[in-house]
């Protein structure tokens, strides 16, 4: 069928990327004009503006966690997509209708509207940013392959990129003038509207998604998540009324809830310290990185504005201190644009790219690239120059939305020699549930629904192959268990406890992460140096430093024994 085709479940998967990046593009452009506008200071927005990474570092690991023990009809990412997809479809509602809902419920909606817009704009961020994790392990458990996976994850950058491009471009068109704005209304509501239809397209395209589900409850002892109700564990008859059984199960409901809301912090502190040693260099290494990034994506702007084009941004309207700000604002906005263009143009050829000079070199390259950049930026006063040097930087962006997933994705699939050394208490009661099974003539194969955390590769060379099953059909004898045993070794018997999507939300912290610290640190030094060349020479010098960590990721099974992991 057409829906079953490989490249069609790669632009089905994608095409919500390109919607959810569409929106937060285009929603927290808007965002900040719509908070001064209803009185809020500017260094509260900035507050505002990191609700939604900060409320991401708590719930991404928990989300991840939750998706890989996660078993429906509808597989084990699909429920939480659509779940914070319904988020996102909610703020996209709730900001522009914030006036309307406020005046609903009180006489002087002002703080009430200032409420119901935070809250949507915290909403559309969170539930925005951290939809990417469950999508991003989707597209790996589909394409489980290093070189499937490798092309996954570049169209998956390529429609990140042109998603930021369209939604960096609709809040700049005037919708209150144009033919939608007798339907959808005036030039918020028409754009948010907009957003909207957009996005729910994106998301009915992942009903078509073939998502392996799970056929039997997950092997281990923990607690497994279900969507299906819970069975009651209390014995049941004729004479106990209905009523009591009910209320019986709602309090132990709330119990079970009230435990987990106890235990909520030692969770996080297990999931974010008990992390292979592979999956910790690459988090610093992305971290680095991503840091050096986004300082220079959130002050870029501001930085041409009043650094290149002598601006002052509280100037008065109409002066020529004003003007000559918003002219460079505009150019800085369209140098983020060009960004966005050159991410797409190596989004198109890094597979290409990869494949003739290895995941290091370019990896590697694209790290050392962006401090140069930002180098040149900070020394050069040329408009054209600085421009130019902003749209290269292009290639680390692309860089780093596909290659540290396909390095994790590389780790799962040989978990074997990646994170053998791993080992949860949930992985001890695996194994000691895989001896059991062998000693009764039963294969961790038979068992495990999930090999190597993954939900099984629907498109990849080795899903297709019935070696596995000729070889169970085959081991029947005691010492064929044996040397089976010895063949497949140990850790790959516990390898599902720890499945893909936790250690992409812990990469994915990483850019959330990353958004936070230049937000709370970059005003301060540039109020200490009385300069914004300080936000590109902050820039450069996360740059070099992520150049260290990058030399310390583990690309291949040489590294293993090189940095001894």
Not at 88 to 114: G, K, Q
Not at 523 to 544: D, E, K, N, P, W
Request: aromatic share 10%.
């Amino acid at each position: 069928m057409l829906f079953h085709n490989s490249k069609t479940q790669l632009l089905l998967v994608n095409s919500l990327t390109f919607g959810l990046e569409v929106c937060l593009a285009a929603g927290i452009t808007y965002v900040p004009p719509l908070l001064l506008e209803v009185g809020v200071e500017e260094k509260f927005m900035t507050m505002v503006l990191g609700i939604g990474p900060v409320l991401g570092l708590v719930f991404v690991p928990l989300i991840g966690s939750a998706s890989d023990h996660w078993h429906s009809s509808y597989g084990r990412r699909r429920p939480f997509i659509w779940m914070l997809c319904l988020g996102v479809l909610l703020s996209l509602f709730v900001i522009p209708h914030a006036s309307s809902l406020a005046s609903l419920f009180a006489l002087n909606p002002r703080p009430l509207e200032i409420a119901f817009l935070i809250l949507g704009i915290g909403l559309l961020d969170f539930c925005g940013q951290v939809c990417f994790t469950p999508l991003e392990a989707l597209l790996s458990d589909l394409f489980q392959e290093p070189d499937n996976c490798r092309q996954a994850f570049s169209m998956y950058a390529f429609m990140i990129s042109l998603g930021g491009c369209i939604g960096y471009l609709l809040p700049a068109i005037d919708w209150g003038g144009s033919f939608l704005a007798p339907y959808l209304g005036g030039q918020e509501t028409c754009l948010f509207s907009l957003l909207a239809i957009i996005f729910l397209g994106c998301v009915l395209a992942t009903l078509f998604v073939t998502e392996e589900a799970a056929t039997q409850a997950d092997a281990l002892d923990g607690p497994a998540l279900k969507d299906a109700p819970p069975k009651p564990s209390l014995p049941t008859c004729c004479s106990c009324p209905i009523s009591r059984s009910s209320c019986l199960l709602q309090a132990r409901h709330m119990m079970q809830a009230l435990r987990n809301l106890c235990t909520l912090v030692p969770r996080l502190h297990s999931l974010y310290c008990r992390i292979p040693k592979v999956i910790r260099r690459l988090f610093v290494a992305e971290l680095c990185s991503w840091m050096a990034l986004m300082t220079f994506m959130l002050f870029y702007t501001d930085f041409v504005g009043e650094g290149l084009y002598h601006g002052v941004p509280r100037a008065k309207p109409g002066t020529d201190a004003r003007r000559h700000y918003d002219e460079g604002v505009r150019m800085g906005s369209l140098g983020l644009f060009l960004q966005c263009i050159t991410s797409i143009f190596f989004s198109t050829i890094m597979d290409r790219m990869v494949t003739r000079f290895g995941a290091r070199a370019v990896y590697l390259s694209s790290v050392v690239f962006f401090p140069a950049a930002a180098i040149v930026m900070c020394l050069s006063h040329s408009v054209t120059v600085v421009t130019i040097s902003a749209a290269l930087t292009g290639f680390t962006f692309s860089a780093l939305q596909i290659l540290p997933y396909t390095l994790a994705s590389l780790y799962h699939h040989e978990k074997q020699v990646f994170l053998h050394r791993y080992k949860s208490k949930e992985e001890e009661a695996a194994a000691r549930l895989d001896k059991k099974s062998f000693s009764k003539g039963l294969l961790p194969s038979q068992k495990l629904p999930y090999q190597n955390g993954h939900a099984g590769s629907l498109f990849s060379s080795s899903s297709s192959s019935p070696a596995p099953t000729a070889s169970s059909a085959l081991c029947v004898s005691s010492s064929c268990d044996v040397s089976l045993r010895m063949m497949v070794g140990e850790p790959d018997s516990v390898a599902p406890s720890r499945g893909i999507c936790l250690d992409l939300a812990i990469l994915d912290s990483a850019f959330l992460l990353s958004q936070v610290v230049p937000s709370l640190f970059m005003g301060s030094i540039v109020q200490f140096t009385q300069s914004v060349t300080a936000y590109m020479v902050s820039a450069a010098a996360f740059g070099l430093v992520a150049i260290y960590f990058a030399t310390k990721v583990v690309f291949d099974k040489s590294d293993m024994a090189k940095y001894a992991v």
